[in-house]
């Protein structure tokens, strides 16, 4: 008899979750591919035609920006905000930076080969770094164009009959000048 009133009770019970149930509006699942509602719903915001993912590039772009992948997504938000940090609150300049980095490195190398040598007994063998030449040939190369372009457009700005052209520009170049000699002074004043 108590089996009969345990299962009437769980029976009861059912009967009133299903009807609760029943009353309850159904939700739409959520989910966060390219195939579920949200896409779909982004799709109709950016014309019908591309996915959220498409619009922003496709490929590692967009999946670091829609964090697909969030170790490299937080190194990235980590290194960018590490550079905000270093040039807006410290006042660092990138050649500061790039000197610290360079000291830090030559004394991790030293203490490595120096501790390594008491420890072991025999100096440790450090990897050398070597870039290619062809590098620096190349980036001299792509320099050196940009360079000449736009030289060769000051020269047909200058050699051109547009004056309008060619007084643009003499003032950008003004400008650019004064700023400059502001900087400058601002760091050497005139006595």
């Not at 009807?19 to 309850?24: L, R, V």
């Not at 070597?130 to 060769?152: S, Y």
């Not at 000048?177 to 005139?190: D, F, T």
């Amino acid at each position: 008899m108590a089996e009969h009133s345990e299962n009437a009770a769980e029976n009861m019970m059912s009967g009133i979750m299903d009807a609760i149930a029943d009353k309850i509006p159904k939700q739409k699942s959520v989910r966060f591919d390219d195939e579920g509602s949200i896409s779909g719903q982004a799709k109709k915001l950016f014309g019908g035609h591309k996915s959220v993912h498409h619009v922003l590039g496709g490929g590692k772009s967009a999946d670091v920006l829609l964090w697909r992948n969030k170790k490299i997504s937080s190194s990235v938000l980590a290194v960018a905000t590490a550079a905000w940090v270093f040039f807006e609150w410290l006042d660092y300049h990138f050649l500061t930076i790039v000197s610290f980095v360079l000291v830090l490195g030559m004394v991790v190398q030293f203490g490595w080969s120096s501790f390594a040598g008491m420890l072991n007994g025999s100096p440790s063998n450090v990897p050398r770094l070597e870039l290619p030449e062809e590098l620096f040939a190349n980036i001299g190369v792509a320099v050196g164009a940009q360079v000449n372009k736009f030289l060769g457009s000051l020269q047909d700005v200058s050699c051109g009959r547009d004056l309008k052209q060619f007084l643009m520009v003499c003032c950008a170049l003004s400008l650019i000048n004064a700023y400059q000699m502001k900087s400058v002074l601002s760091v050497c004043p005139l006595p």
